[in-house]
């Protein structure tokens, strides 16, 4: 039953690759590290921001290119340190990430974040982020990203 293949599915990508133990272990800021590490930053401006990296193997999906997951956390992560190009004190709060797909990166192929804020306000930022292979210019992902930007006391 399709109910069945959906459980399954699941529960098979969730098996373990490591012991719990060691998995628990890890520090809370592995996840940023996992996705960030090779990450070049190429250019930094008031409200904007560009990085580029060679797409590594551990970032990509069964299909062999870059995870959708992957994508959306580098639209987080360099989407947020864009706001303090802005003046922000905070990288914020996730309101909303809306992500287009449009073609596929693949291991060892160069590509570009781009982070250009459009608007940085007292409570609320927003910006749009775009993943471009470096060699053809060609669009990987477009996104735009809201954040509020609240004090970091008030997180």
């Known amino acids: 039953m399709a109910l069945d293949s959906a459980k399954r599915s699941l529960e098979a990508a969730a098996e373990e690759i490591l012991p719990t133990p060691a998995l628990d272990a890890l520090p809370s800021k592995f996840y940023d590290a996992f996705i960030l590490h090779g990450l070049r930053v190429d250019l930094v401006?008031?409200?904007?921001?560009?990085?580029?990296?060679?797409?590594?193997?551990?970032?990509?999906n069964t299909g062999n290119f870059l995870h959708g997951g992957a994508t959306a956390s580098l639209v987080d992560l360099v989407g947020s340190a864009a706001f303090y190009t802005a003046g922000a004190q905070s990288r914020g709060v996730?309101?909303?990430?809306?992500?287009?797909y449009l073609d596929a990166a693949f291991a060892n192929e160069e590509i570009e974040?781009?982070?250009?804020?459009?608007?940085?306000?007292?409570?609320?930022?927003?910006?749009?982020?775009?993943?471009?292979?470096?060699?053809?210019?060609?669009?990987?992902?477009?996104?735009?990203?809201?954040?509020?930007?609240?004090?970091?006391s008030n997180l």
């Open 45 to 60: 401006e008031p409200g904007h921001l560009l990085c580029s990296m060679t797409v590594p193997p551990r970032l990509l």
């Open 94 to 100: 996730p309101m909303e990430i809306g992500i287009s």
């Open 113 to 152: 974040i781009e982070a250009k804020i459009l608007r940085a306000g007292k409570a609320v930022g927003v910006v749009n982020v775009e993943l471009r292979k470096k060699k053809t210019r060609k669009i990987v992902a477009n996104a735009r990203y809201t954040k509020y930007l609240a004090p970091s």
